[in-house]
């Protein structure tokens, strides 16, 4: 990296809440583990990549930290890292439903991590794209059934959280990856704080917006237990660091297995005995 590179990587790293230490363009290592807590890459390297992947990350570190400060998302007041990107949304979506009839949270992994933050999610089927750079980005409103989590549609608000992370962790035969993958899109990602803050706030968000219209969340549960295929999603780290502290936050209960779904196994918390 050029010292003007890495003094503006600095400073976004500042302006997203991270600490590379002293911003004078010098990539040491406070730099290097501020990148890695901001991508959720714990392997990366300045010296495994190629020039051209370096200047890439930093201009995507610098752009999440110009969104950051884009007046025209709103943050939402009580919930700070929450924004209404509902005017960009053009994902699937079906009829409207009663609010009465919404009382679920279903809890994805994007298992893929883009490089536009939330305006690489526009198109989700899905209310929430919990991105990286800690923006939840509320893409639309939860009175609208959308495509997400198979039997739990009619009931649920859809949470996509962004990057891809092991099925349990610490073993990296539960991680999926296309076929072929390598470097780090081969390697399970590590859940960053920004981006359980985000979840958090969205789900607080959620809670909140559906009781002032008269109805009542009282349900979290994993896609995987509408989808057996996906028994990964959301994996081990979103399941415990999000969704057992919003269950616990919000008095929220899970739900059995519909359709083709798996129970939440043993690993992730749930009942002994139960299987990955």
């Known amino acids: 990296m050029t010292r003007k590179e890495t003094t503006d990587l600095q400073r976004a790293l500042v302006a997203l809440g991270f600490d590379p230490g002293p911003v004078d363009g010098l990539a040491g290592p406070r730099t290097l583990a501020a990148v890695r807590a901001w991508s959720g890459l714990p392997g990366f390297s300045y010296d495994g990549c190629d020039p051209s992947e370096v200047s890439a990350l930093v201009a995507e570190v610098v752009a999440a930290a110009a969104r950051r400060a884009e007046p025209t998302l709103p943050v939402l007041t009580a919930w700070g890292r929450v924004r209404d990107c509902r005017i960009d949304y053009t994902g ?44 939840a980005a509320w893409l ?98 979103v399941w415990r660091q999000i969704a057992l502290v919003a269950m616990a936050e919000h008095g929220l209960v899970g739900l059995p297995p519909v359709g083709t779904g798996r129970p939440i196994p043993t690993a992730w918390g749930g009942a002994p005995g139960i299987p990955y």
């Not at 679920?104 to 198109?123: F, I, P, V």
């Not at 962004?162 to 610490?170: K, L, R, V």
């Not at 789900?203 to 549960?221: L, N």
Request: overall charge positive; some cysteine.
């Open 92 to 135: 699937k979506t079906y009829h409207a439903r009663d609010w009465a009839a919404v009382d679920t949270c279903c809890l994805h992994q994007m298992s893929a991590k883009g490089s536009k933050g939330w305006l690489r999610w526009t198109g989700l089927a899905a209310h929430w794209a919990v991105c990286c750079d800690s923006v």
């Open 140 to 237: 639309i409103d939860f009175d609208r059934r959308v495509p997400h989590g198979h039997g739990w549609n009619g009931r649920s608000v859809g949470f996509e959280v962004e990057g891809h992370y092991a099925g349990i962790e610490g073993d990296p035969k539960t991680h999926w990856a296309p076929k072929g993958a390598t470097g780090e899109r081969a390697v399970p990602m590590v859940l960053g704080g920004p981006v359980i803050d985000a979840a958090l706030d969205a789900i607080r968000f959620t809670v909140a917006r559906v009781a002032e219209h008269g109805g009542k969340v009282r349900y979290c549960v994993a896609h995987r237990g509408s989808y057996g295929v996906k028994r990964s999603d959301p994996g081990e780290a």
